[in-house]
C-alpha cells in the first residue's frame, strides 16, 4: 500500500504542475508574472495534503516573483481542487529551483563533448484557439481511440476522420479492437490494429511520395491506453492528444486537455466550429453518441448548460438519436441479462449500506458467451441501489488482470479514489485496472471505501 501513495504523490504533483502552469498563462496577471517564469515541478506529499511548487524565473526579481505567488496562493489552490476534483487542495509553497544554473553549465559541458540527444518527448500544452491552425499544417491524420472503446472516444475520433475527408485530407480512425455492437451506428470504416494503418503511412511503392501524418489521441493521453499501437502513433510527424479527463498523464507533443467539458466529443464538435469544418448527419451522429454515453444520458455532474446547448445543434444538424438511444440503450441481449444475475449473486453491501461492490470472473464471462457489451453498466446497475452513495464492479479480464469501474452518486470522488490505484477517470465514474487477484482488489477497496464514507455526512 506505501507503493500505491508514493505513486499518488508523483501523479498529483505531474497534475498541478500542469494546472499552475497553465494558470501562468492565462489567469495569473500580477506584474511579478511578466517575465519567463516556469513551473519545472511540483512535490506533492503522499497524503495529498500538502505540496512544494518548484519554478525558475528569468529577468526577473525573485522576491516579487515569490511575492507574487504568495498573493495568488488562495486561487492556485481554490483552482487546483476545482480541476481534480478535491475537496481540500493541498498547502502550497512556492521555492526557487536552484538546479536550473547547475543544469545549464551540465548543458554546456555535455555540448562540447557531443553527446547525441535522447529521444523524448516534452508535452506542450496549447490553447483552445491555437488547434484549428495545428491540426490544418497536416494532410494526413491517424486518429487512435483508447482501449476498452466506448462512445466518446469512438464517437469524436470518427467525427474528426469524417470532417477531414470532407475536406479532401485522409484521415483514418485506428482502434485496438472490433467495434461494440451498440457502437455500430457510428458508421466508418475504422482500423482494427496496425498491420493495415501500416502500410497506409508507408507504402510499398518506392516512387511513391510519402506524406507525414499527424497521430491524434482522443479521449486519452495515457500512452498505456494505447496497448499495442504504441511505434504507430510515436512515429508520426507529430503527436496531439485532446482530452477532458482531469487526471491525465501526456505522453505527446501537444496535448489540449479541458476538464470542464463532459465530454471530448464537446471539444471537437467546438474544434469543427472554431475550424470552420463540415458538421454532417454522421458526424453529428458521431458526437450525439460521445456526448449521451459519457453523460449517462444527460443524468452525471458533468453535464452543464453547454451541453445541453451543443446537444441541441447537434440535433439541428441531423443527429439520428432515435437509433442511437434503440441501440445503445434499448437492444440489450439476454447474456446481458445473465451477466448481472451472477453479479448481484456476489453483491456486496457495506459502510452502513453506503457503498455496493460485486463482482464476475473470467470463466463466467466465456460461460455466458457474453461480450463487452453485456459487461457494460453494471456499476450503473449498483449504483441505483436505493442508500448506496458508491459503486464497484470488479470484471475479470481474460489476462487475469482486473478491471474496476466506480459510480458515485455525489458526495464521494471516484476519480480521486481511482487515482489512489493508478487509474482515474471523472468525479463520479473513473476506473482503475489491477494486477492483483479479485479476491484482493476487493478486500483492498472495500477497506479503502469504508474510510471514505465514514467521513460522509450523515442526513
Known amino acids: 500500500m506505501k507503493k500505491q501513495r508514493t505513486y499518488r504523490g508523483k501523479k498529483l504533483g505531474e497534475e498541478m504542475r500542469r494546472i499552475v502552469s497553465d494558470m501562468l498563462a492565462r489567469e495569473l496577471k500580477d506584474p511579478a508574472f511578466d517575465s519567463m517564469i516556469s513551473i519545472t515541478h511540483v512535490k506533492a506529499s503522499d497524503d495529498g495534503s500538502s505540496a512544494t511548487v518548484y519554478y525558475t524565473s528569468l529577468g526577473s526579481d525573485e522576491n516579487a516573483v515569490l511575492g507574487g505567488f504568495e498573493k495568488a496562493q488562495g ?67 491517424m486518429i487512435f481511440t483508447h482501449i476498452h472503446l466506448d462512445g466518446d472516444t469512438l464517437g469524436s ?32 470504416p475504422c482500423i482494427i490494429g496496425t498491420d493495415e494503418a501500416e502500410r ?21 493521453t495515457d500512452p498505456e491506453r494505447l496497448e499495442g499501437r504504441e511505434n504507430l502513433f510515436y512515429d508520426a510527424g507529430q503527436t496531439l492528444c485532446i482530452d477532458h479527463h482531469a487526471i491525465s498523464k501526456p505522453d505527446c507533443d501537444l496535448s489540449y486537455i479541458e476538464p470542464d467539458a463532459a465530454a471530448t466529443s464537446e471539444i471537437v464538435y467546438r474544434l469543427l466550429k472554431e475550424a470552420g469544418l463540415p458538421v454532417t448527419e454522421r458526424i453529428a451522429t458521431a458526437l450525439y453518441v460521445g456526448v449521451v454515453t459519457d453523460t449517462g ?18 440535433l439541428a444538424a441531423g443527429a439520428d438519436f432515435t437509433t442511437a438511444y434503440r441501440e445503445i440503450y434499448q437492444n440489450v441481449k439476454a447474456e446481458k441479462l445473465y451477466v448481472q444475475s451472477e453479479m448481484l449473486g456476489n453483491l456486496d453491501l457495506f459502510a452502513n449500506g ?27 446497475v449498483l449504483r441505483s441501489i436505493l442508500g448506496v452513495e458508491v459503486s464497484a464492479f470488479l470484471k475479470e479480464l481474460p489476462d487475469g488482470r482486473i478491471k ?10 471516484v476519480a480521486a479514489l481511482a487515482f489512489e490505484f493508478g487509474g482515474g477517470g471523472h468525479m463520479r465514474a473513473a476506473g482503475f485496472i489491477s494486477e492483483l ?21 450523515v442526513e
Open 297 to 314: 444520458r444527460f443524468q452525471y455532474a458533468n453535464t452543464t448548460p453547454e451541453t445541453h446547448i451543443i446537444a441541441a445543434e447537434l
Open 354 to 380: 453506503r457503498a455496493a461492490m460485486a463482482f464476475v470472473r473470467a470463466d463466467t464471462i466465456t460461460r455466458l458467451n457474453a461480450g463487452e457489451d453485456e459487461t457494460d453498466g453494471m456499476s450503473e
Open 157 to 188: 475520433a470518427v467525427a474528426f476522420a469524417e470532417a477531414m475527408r470532407e475536406i479532401g485530407r485522409e484521415a483514418w480512425v485506428v482502434t485496438g479492437e472490433e467495434i461494440p455492437r451498440t457502437l455500430e451506428l457510428i458508421d466508418f
Open 404 to 413: 474496476v469501474s466506480m459510480r458515485s452518486k455525489g458526495w464521494l470522488n
Open 75 to 141: 486561487f492556485i489552490r481554490s483552482e487546483i481542487g476545482r480541476r481534480l476534483g478535491i475537496r481540500r487542495a493541498p498547502e502550497l509553497r512556492f521555492k526557487q529551483d536552484d538546479t536550473e544554473r547547475y543544469g545549464q553549465r551540465i548543458d554546456s559541458i555535455l555540448d562540447e563533448l557531443d553527446i547525441p540527444e535522447e529521444s523524448g518527448r516534452l508535452c506542450k500544452e496549447v490553447a483552445f484557439g491555437e488547434l484549428p491552425g495545428i491540426i490544418d499544417s497536416f494532410e494526413r491524420y
Open 200 to 220: 497506409i503511412v508507408e507504402p510499398d511503392a518506392a516512387d511513391e511520395e510519402v506524406l507525414p501524418y499527424m497521430s491524434i489521441g482522443m479521449d486519452f
Open 437 to 457: 487477484t479479485i479476491e484482493e482488489v476487493c478486500k483492498q477497496l472495500k477497506e479503502r471505501l469504508t474510510e471514505a464514507l465514514g467521513k460522509m455526512p
